[in-house]
């Protein structure tokens, strides 16, 4: 008699399966953006401005200032994981996994649901992280990343864009530091998010492997050696986002740039269902239901390299 496999999480229970989904990617995994991990579908973000409310005091009471309030919505996207696999195409690779890493004292997923819902989290964290960044609501699986609600707001800094590499990626992080609105260089959570190729360009002009005038040994002597997490520019802290398209980078506060789920919500579900029970197969079923998104608070707070 074949032994069920089938699992069920719901709720609040579904919890910590959505969250190690939906928070291991890099952007998220090193909270290099501020999570809000419990809104109930949608959180208004309200921005606050105002002339300069300090006058020459008088006797009299003088309501001479304004303040201006406006708001924007993070409103989350429900999305969903249907897929099916057979056992055989992943017991190998479980069992292997047992035996190879069991010796190096690792640890390892207690059961094959866990190793099934392990496998595919990780393909849901991956898609999240292009999604922070480059996601396009309409498309299925996405919602509006931080490049599209960037690009659609015209209090935003734009910096033109080039091609960068080892020879000018000082240069043209320089163009990014020197937009960074006063109000917001020099904070402590101020940060230049950057895509791969500008990151991996930067390292290697650490090396003193581009015109940075750093010579042939590079920082610190170390030449090709850098090892830097995390990275600065300027006092900048440096963030790899992986899921910014090429020669993209993007600046701001971290406590300006949300992202939003519900761990609680009752209509999180993650499922590992036993098909032999049911029709005989050695199909397994996994099922997996959530909500995110994100946005940005203040724009004229915010530069875009693109």
């Known amino acids: 008699m074949a032994t069920s496999i089938s699992t069920t999480y719901a709720g609040e229970f579904a919890g910590k399966y959505i969250q190690a989904a939906l928070l291991s990617g890099k952007t998220l995994g090193e909270e290099t953006i501020t999570i809000l991990p419990n809104i109930v579908h949608k959180q208004v973000m309200q921005k606050v401005s105002s002339n300069d409310i300090v006058k020459n005091g008088v006797c009299d009471y003088s309501d001479s200032s304004t303040i201006t309030l406006s708001e924007r919505t993070l409103t989350l996207e429900d999305f969903m994981v249907n897929v099916t696999v057979c056992k055989k195409d992943f017991l190998n690779t479980w069992q292997a996994a047992e035996v190879g890493l069991g010796g190096l004292g690792r640890e390892l997923p207690k059961s094959f649901a866990d190793f099934i819902i392990g496998h595919f989290s990780a393909k849901v964290a991956q898609r999240m992280e292009t999604n922070i ?27 033109v864009a080039t091609d960068v590499n080892s020879g000018n990626v000082i240069t043209e992080l320089g163009k990014v530091a020197d937009a960074i609105p006063s109000a917001v ?22 090396g003193g492997f581009g015109a940075s005038g ?31 398209g090429t ?13 939003g789920t519900s761990l609680l919500n009752d209509l999180n579900e993650v499922k590992v269902i036993d098909m032999s029970d049911i029709d005989g197969s050695q199909n397994v079923r996994f099922v997996m ?17 693109t």
């Open 133 to 159: 960044w480059a996601g396009v609501n309409g498309t299925a699986g996405q919602f509006d990343g931080f490049k599209a609600l960037l690009a659609a707001d015209s209090d935003v800094v734009d910096v």
């Open 185 to 206: 260089y020099g904070q402590e959570d101020t940060t230049i998010w950057v895509a791969t190729n500008v990151y991996r360009s930067y390292i290697r002009a650490l």
């Open 214 to 244: 750093l010579g042939a040994a590079g920082y610190e002597d170390r030449g090709n050696n850098q090892i830097i997490t995390p990275a600065y520019f300027d006092g900048i802290k440096i963030s790899h986002a992986q899921g910014l």
């Open 247 to 259: 020669n993209e980078m993007v600046a701001g506060q971290k406590s300006n740039f949300f992202f």
């Open 289 to 305: 239901r959530f909500q995110a998104g994100v946005q940005f608070g203040v724009g004229s707070d915010c530069v875009q390299y």
